[in-house]
């Protein structure tokens, strides 16, 4: 059955009508959350650093609240972020000042449930987003230089607690097939989940937090962050074999990983112009290195404990 992927311009964060686009994208994916639900908004707060780019934008955050709490459902921002905080972070990039006033608190993703691993293992997966009613998964659009690309798949990914994801991402960033099938495998144990891109001003080049700024005028909705994934980096004149995590899509037979089996409304991808974006050229694995990673933990924990 083919899956939509809702598509709206917003040249700029400020524009007085960005609550009302990004309300009208999450009206076609579905249903909404009931009355008392409880609704995980999962922002991608990476980090301190650079963090006006590199996560998601307030703005873009706030109105995804608003549609929450227009349903009469409970809005919970939280990540589990590799660098930091997810208060800290919040603070550096204005999230916690864009959400005042609403009945939406930012928080971390708090303890983890073992989540066992078809090829073998456990991770710790977020209690709170597996028992959440609804996630809705606000990732960021921006080069990567381990998965080439970072959207709504691999936000979701922002699930797993703590070291436990800093640590994957050294461990396997090296093997970006493994790699990919782990982030697949968190995603697919989630509850429903909606996705809402923010590609109004990507991160081009390299990232996830050091890159360059590309104003794309993108928002994009969908009820499958594969299917999100999929429109987006085909727009971006990608193929599957130079993305990881699509190519994983692909091998296991996900719906929504066949470009040919989505829908566009309101606008089509010929409505925008990406040409500007640029993907990392070659893919940089981060390396095992135990005392850099121990110095990034103690960091860490320091953010917290402040």
């Known amino acids: 059955m083919p899956?939509?992927?809702?598509?709206?311009?917003a040249d700029e964060y400020?524009?007085?009508?960005?609550?009302?686009?990004?309300?009208?994208?999450?009206?076609?994916?579905?249903?909404?959350?009931?009355?008392?639900?409880?609704?995980?908004?999962?922002?991608?707060?990476?980090?301190?650093?650079?963090?006006?780019?590199?996560?998601?934008?307030?703005?873009?955050?706030?109105?995804a609240c608003v549609w929450v709490l227009d349903h009469g459902a409970r809005p919970l921002v939280a990540d589990s972020p590799a660098f930091g905080s997810a208060r800290a972070n919040a603070r550096a990039c204005g999230l916690d000042k864009r959400l005042a006033g609403l009945d939406a608190a930012i928080t971390g993703l708090g303890e983890p449930q073992g989540l066992?691993?078809?090829?073998?293992?456990?991770?710790?997966?977020?209690?709170?987003?597996?028992?959440?009613?609804?996630?809705?998964?606000a990732p960021k659009?921006?080069?990567?230089?381990?998965?080439?690309?970072?959207?709504?798949v691999k936000n979701l990914f922002g699930?797993?607690?703590?070291?436990?994801?800093?640590?994957?991402h050294v461990r396997?960033?090296?093997?970006?097939?493994?790699?990919?099938?782990?982030?697949?495998?968190?995603?697919?144990?989630?509850?429903r989940t909606i996705s809402l891109l923010d590609g109004v001003e990507a991160m081009s080049d390299s990232g996830p937090i050091r890159g360059r700024a590309c104003g794309l005028g993108l928002l994009a909705a969908s009820e499958s962050a594969v299917a999100l994934d999929s429109a987006v980096y085909?727009?971006?004149?990608?193929?599957?074999?130079?993305?990881?995590?699509?190519?994983?899509?692909l091998r296991r037979g996900l719906a929504g990983s066949e470009p040919s089996d989505l829908t566009f409304a309101p606008l089509s991808p010929a409505g925008f112009d990406c040409s500007a974006f640029r993907a990392p050229a070659e893919l940089s694995p981060i390396r095992f290195a135990p005392l850099r990673f121990l110095r990034g933990r103690l960091k860490c924990l320091t953010h917290r404990l402040g």
């Open 3 to 9: 899956l939509n992927v809702a598509l709206a311009r």
């Open 14 to 63: 400020d524009s007085s009508r960005l609550e009302a686009t990004v309300g009208g994208l999450l009206d076609l994916c579905g249903p909404g959350p009931k009355p008392g639900d409880r609704v995980l908004v999962k922002p991608n707060l990476v980090s301190r650093a650079n963090a006006r780019l590199s996560c998601t934008s307030p703005r873009v955050v706030r109105a």
């Open 116 to 137: 066992a691993l078809s090829f073998g293992g456990r991770i710790g997966v977020s209690r709170l987003a597996l028992e959440a009613d609804l996630i809705l998964n």
């Open 141 to 152: 659009l921006k080069a990567h230089g381990q998965m080439r690309m970072s959207a709504a």
């Open 159 to 168: 699930c797993v607690t703590g070291f436990r994801k800093a640590l994957a």
């Open 172 to 191: 396997l960033g090296g093997r970006p097939r493994d790699f990919a099938g782990l982030i697949i495998e968190v995603m697919i144990a989630l509850p």
């Open 234 to 249: 085909s727009m971006l004149g990608l193929e599957p074999g130079q993305v990881p995590l699509w190519q994983e899509c």
